[in-house]
């Protein structure tokens, strides 16, 4: 008798155990699920802008018009082992408004975030899971999204050096060609894809003398935050002084030449791959409408091309960013 309650509570046991065992669903029919933050009571950031009657009018069908772009994408129309759950807000960080209140002319930027959840089965019911997946991620107008520094920086009171410093970057790899001059960009945190004019450059090669003023003024106001001692400052001053003249006015290129360690210049014969570039400051048109989109930039996770990488999620991900034709993101613009 006593082996049978034993042989009984095992059964019972592993029944429970089978019923709660989490499944995924990869050809399960998932939903795309649209929130607009804007009007949910979620975020209302959109005031921060203060903009006019005309101008929350265009930024309002601006949004309408590139969630209406990404939900007519094949993946969007049948996602398969996956929901989208959609969310579009004013890409504003309100926490930091008393220190950085928006400016009049600034532009207005518009984010849209997708989460592609991954679908389960759990004790029979049907169920999506949005905790650290795999994403799409639109944002207008934000030129600190289409890049990642080549720059080490430490956070300091000196927010201007520390951009500056931060803000110099080398050329990413063009993973995949969408046709029309875009591409998708292979990066190590992010993977993106950048859609701006084709009459301005958005990215521009920096100087040797560029590149060293803005190391000299970070590493300056580190100097006086205490994070370095001066021996390193004067190390690399030394090292920049001895730089010939006619060398800080070529383009910058590094590689860790190890005739200088501190700032790794070398000539584009030593290195012709690590040109170190910075956003050209007169890519944006002023006399457009704040709200006008002129840069557009997609954003997915780094890896994201690898068919061994990630779960179902991820490799939804993939299949929709495949999808994309350059030519149709660009009408996305209202620039040339």
Not at 13 to 20: D, E, L, N, R, T
Not at 85 to 90: D, F, G, I, L, Q
Not at 115 to 125: A, I
């Amino acid at each position: 008798m006593k082996y049978l309650i034993i042989i009984f509570l095992f059964a019972s046991f592993s029944s429970v155990a089978i019923s709660q065992e989490t499944k995924d669903l990869a050809t399960y029919p998932g939903k795309w699920i649209y929130t607009n933050n804007n009007s949910s009571g979620g975020w209302f950031d959109e005031r921060y802008y203060k903009m006019n009657a005309t101008e929350l009018q265009k930024y309002n069908s601006t949004i309408e018009k590139l969630v209406n772009f990404l939900h007519q994408q094949p993946v969007a129309q049948n996602p398969l082992g996956v929901t989208l759950n959609v969310e579009s807000r004013a890409a504003y960080n309100h926490y930091d408004h008393d220190l950085h209140p928006v400016k009049p002319n600034e532009r207005v930027k518009v984010e849209i975030n997708i989460p592609f959840c991954r679908l389960f089965l759990k004790d029979g019911k049907l169920g999506f899971d949005c905790t650290e997946v795999s994403y799409v991620n639109m944002i207008t107008n934000d030129e600190s999204k289409v890049f990642e520094s080549a720059m080490t920086t430490s956070v300091i009171d000196d927010k201007q050096a520390m951009k500056q410093f931060h803000d110099i970057f080398t050329f990413p790899k063009k993973l995949m060609d969408l046709g029309d001059g875009i591409f998708l960009y292979d990066c190590y945190y992010n993977n993106f894809i950048i859609v701006s004019s084709r009459i301005k450059p958005l990215w521009l090669k920096i100087t040797n003398k560029e590149y060293t003023n803005r190391m000299l003024a970070y590493y300056t106001a580190t100097l006086k935050e205490g994070l370095i001692p001066q021996m390193v400052l004067d190390a690399l001053k030394s090292e920049i002084d001895a730089i010939p003249p006619e060398m800080m006015m070529l383009p910058a290129y590094i590689n860790g030449n190890p005739q200088r360690p501190l700032t790794g210049i070398c000539t584009m014969e030593e290195d012709s791959t690590t040109a170190l570039y910075a956003i050209n400051p007169d890519y944006f048109d002023p006399k457009l409408p704040r709200t006008s989109v002129q840069l557009l930039t997609i954003r997915i996770e780094g890896h994201a091309d690898d068919p061994e990488w990630g779960d179902i999620n991820a490799h939804r991900v993939w299949e929709f960013i495949q999808g994309l034709k350059g030519s149709e993101l660009r009408k996305l613009l209202d620039i040339e």
